[in-house]
Nanobody
């Protein structure tokens, strides 16, 4: 089974940028639809972005459209989440997930594998 490790989180001022990485091992990301989720304290985990296996079809939550970009590098077996124009409400633990589905699910229950997360904090 695939293992996922997120990195790239940190503290940034509002309006700044971060790039999160999700490195996969034990399996190729070519076999999975990949998703990014986030969970703020006291809130449920929510879908942020996803990308399909081959043709790079993407999907984004309305709250991040135009600011976040998901991409994948097959040679590095890694998925990225570029986050620009960050807002304090983007503060959360960000998780990478993988699914054998043929579409991009927005429900966390449809994902088979998860990383441990990386913290993103945006100060005002």
């Amino acid at each position: 089974q695939v293992q996922l490790v997120e990195s790239g989180g940190g503290l940034v001022q509002a309006g700044g940028s971060l790039r999160l990485s999700c490195a996969a091992s034990g399996g190729s990301i070519t076999n999975y639809v990949m998703g990014w989720f986030r969970q703020a304290p006291g809130k449920e985990r929510e879908f942020v972005a996803g990308i399909t296996r081959s043709v790079p079809i993407t999907n984004y939550a309305d709250s991040v459209k135009g600011r976040f970009t998901v991409s994948r590098d097959y040679s590095k077996n890694t998925v990225y989440l570029q986050m620009n124009s960050l807002k304090p409400e983007d503060t959360a633990m960000y998780y990478c997930a993988a699914t054998l589905s043929f579409r991009i699910p927005t429900s966390q229950g449809n994902y088979d594998y998860w990383g441990r997360g990386t913290q993103v904090t945006v100060s005002s």
